[in-house]
């Protein structure tokens, strides 16, 4: 067998394979053996041929019979010869040349596509990011807070409506000559007076209201005033629980006093907003990586990872046009198929790994810190995808924590107060 070849770019490959008769000549005759003993000649036995009968057969199914034969044998020295040549191509070979015939030689050509060889920056010798880090502040405690008493408020019974009371009504939608509209009626909606849509006039007409009373206002829905005519079911207001130690310890049983759950909410909110920023960190760290790295980037994974996110979107609403979303993910599908090259390159050269243990001290955490659900837990990962889901995780936490050592974070420290001002 000889072997040719040929690099057309960084990842495209074209395969020359010639195999002469000698190497073929005895898969070729016992392939056409075992055609002609299934063959049965008219007015004689299966596979039982005189030398007429056998010329007329070889007349008539030798081009059937060499062209079945290529085909086998070219998936054949195809593999042979990627083997030989050590290569693993990443997508189906387009063969764009195909010859055989009794007695000569097999010929072909195979094109196809490898993963790319990547020219790393020189990261291990520091490289610069900047990442955003966001510090709790008491608005978000407070905020917090705000939710834990509205979430044990109670609502008392009034007779007479007062801004922050909220209403229970049948909101019967009126016409322009203001009759009610049929089918328009939304029976003992809750609305809350002062906020949202219930502010300014809408607000000053509920204020004159009692338990019974029916009112015409003009309420804001979706940026067009609409009347409306309100029967008052009910008029109720909220009573939140004071904010003591009796409260605190309500909410968990673990803290002594409301300092101490004041405390314990700060930190959890802390805790997520450096999650956050480790997030921004990773982020960083792969535009880095991204933007720094030479390569090309396989047709074939491009195309897959475009098909996959077409599925994917598609599926959710399957009126969409598929160029637009090939138009509007072109830059994500780049960057994410370039990321996956460089972190495998990443992965390879400083040898990280996962073991089987690895895994298993990970899923033992879990349980210790959800004793009760051990069982679940244990089922969940006895699913393939669900295992496999954990590997990547520690594989890319591992990664991670590699490339950060290695990186000089430049870390900005805002209040979320600027967080929420958009600045």
């Not at 002594?256 to 920023?277: A, E, F, M, T, Y």
Request: glycine share 2%; net charge negative; aromatic share 8%.
């Amino acid at each position: 067998m000889k072997i040719k070849l040929n690099e057309i770019n960084s990842f495209k490959r074209e395969l020359h394979v010639a195999v002469p008769w000698d190497d073929l000549k005895d898969n070729y005759n016992q392939t056409f053996n075992k055609y002609m003993s299934n063959y049965t000649p008219d007015g004689g036995r299966k596979g039982k041929l005189n030398s007429f009968q056998r010329e007329k057969f070889e007349t008539q199914y030798t081009p059937s019979i060499e062209s079945s034969f290529k085909e086998d044998a070219m998936n054949e020295f195809y593999k042979k010869a990627l083997d030989e040549q050590k290569i693993q191509p990443i997508n189906k070979a387009e063969i764009t040349k195909l010859e055989f015939s009794k007695e000569s030689s097999l010929e072909f050509i195979a094109v196809f596509e490898v993963i790319p060889k990547c020219k790393l920056p020189n990261y291990k010798k520091k490289y610069k990011i900047n990442t955003i880090k966001y510090i709790a502040s008491n608005d978000d405690l407070n905020m917090s807070l705000n939710e834990l008493q509205e979430k044990f408020s109670t609502l008392e019974d009034k007779t007479k409506a007062e801004s922050g009371f909220f209403i229970n009504g049948d909101f019967q939608e009126l016409d322009e000559a203001g009759l009610p509209i049929l089918d328009k009626i939304m029976k003992n909606q809750y609305i809350k007076l002062g906020t949202a849509n219930f502010s300014g006039d809408c607000e000053k007409d509920f204020l004159i209201c009692k338990v019974g009373d029916s009112i015409k206002t003009n309420i804001d829905i979706n940026g067009t005033m609409t009347p409306y005519q309100v029967t008052i079911n009910k008029i109720q207001n909220q009573i939140l629980p004071e904010l003591d130690d009796d409260f605190a310890k309500k909410i968990d049983t673990d803290v002594k006093n409301i300092d101490d759950l004041k405390n314990k909410i700060k930190n959890n909110i802390q805790k997520s907003l450096d999650q956050q920023h480790k997030k921004l960190i990773n982020n960083a760290i792969i535009d880095f990586f991204t933007k720094k790295t030479k390569i090309e980037i396989p047709t074939s994974m491009l195309d897959n990872y475009m098909e996959y996110i077409i599925q994917d979107l598609k599926q959710k609403d399957n009126n969409l046009n598929e160029e637009d979303i090939k138009k509007e993910h072109e830059d994500i599908t780049q960057k994410n198929v370039k990321w996956y090259l460089i972190k495998s390159e990443l992965i390879s050269q400083n040898n990280i790994v996962v073991s089987n243990k690895d895994i298993d001290d990970k899923i033992n955490e879990l349980i210790s810190l959800e004793k009760k659900q051990e069982k679940e837990i244990k089922e969940f990962y006895k699913k393939d995808e669900n295992l496999n889901n954990l590997y990547e995780q520690l594989l890319n936490d591992r990664l991670f924590r590699l490339l950060e050592d290695f990186a000089v974070n430049k870390i900005a420290e805002k209040s979320t107060l600027e967080l929420r001002k958009g600045k």
